[in-house]
Structure formats: C-alpha cells, structure tokens
Nanobody, 125 residues
Framework: QVQLVESGGGLVQAGGSLRLSCAASGRTFGSYAMGWFRQAPGKEREFVAGINWPGESTSYADSVKGRFTISRDNAKNTVYLQMNSLKPEDTAVYYC??????????????????WGKGTLVTVSS
C-alpha cells in the first residue's frame, strides 16, 4: 500500500501563489510517476500536471501552462506543485496521485494507482 498526504492548500487572492506538497510513503512505494488532479465544485476531476520518474519529463493541462510548475524530490518521495498567477477558476480540491507506469507524465484518472485525500485551494477575486 502507498499513502499520499497533500499539504499547502489555503485561501489566496487572485494573482497570488501557493505551493502544494504531496508526500508518499509505504513499504511498496518505488519508481512511480506522480501528478496532480483537481476537482472544482460541480465539475469533474481533471488532470493538472504530471511528472515521470525520475523526473525528466513533465506535462501540464493547457489551462495551467506557464503558471504552474511540477517537480519532485525522489529522496523524500515528494512531489510539489508551484502555482503562480492564480485565478479564481483555479479554485478546487487538488489531489495527488501516483502510478506504477513510471514513464508517464501525461496522466489519466483511470491510470492512477493511489490517491491522496485532497487539499482545498480557494482563490478569491
């Protein structure tokens, strides 16, 4: 089993920044691709950003390209999402997820093996 714990969510004004973290643990955690999804109220969960293992390839949703940056620290089994120039439409619960398909950076919901419980990001206008 793999456990994922997100942190760093909160309330921020439009134009501001937040950094999300997701720490992975568990006896079976290994060379996983990692990523972030989000779900806004009344909407389906969607892909935000992904990074393969060991971290040379990244992918982003068009809506966050140029504003969000995903990175990982393999020594700490942690993935980060730096979110800049936040907009009210970025308001959502952000979920960390991992997949054993370590080569992938563009991630799909059905392809993920483990999920975190989510952290809420609220961007006020």
């Amino acid at each position: 089993q793999v456990q994922l714990v997100e942190s760093g969510g909160g309330l921020v004004q439009a134009g501001g920044s937040l950094r999300l973290s997701c720490a992975a643990s568990g006896r079976t955690f290994g060379s996983y691709a990692m990523g972030w999804f989000r779900q806004a109220p009344g909407k389906e969960r969607e892909f935000v950003a992904g990074i393969n293992w060991p971290g040379e390839s990244t992918s982003y949703a068009d809506s966050v390209k140029g504003r969000f940056t995903i990175s990982r620290d393999n020594a700490k089994n942690t993935v980060y999402l730096q979110m800049n120039s936040l907009k009210p439409e970025d308001t959502a619960v952000y979920y960390c997820a991992v997949t054993r398909d370590y080569r992938a950076s563009f991630l799909t919901m059905n392809g993920m093996d483990y999920w975190g419980k989510g952290t809420l990001v609220t961007v006020s206008s």
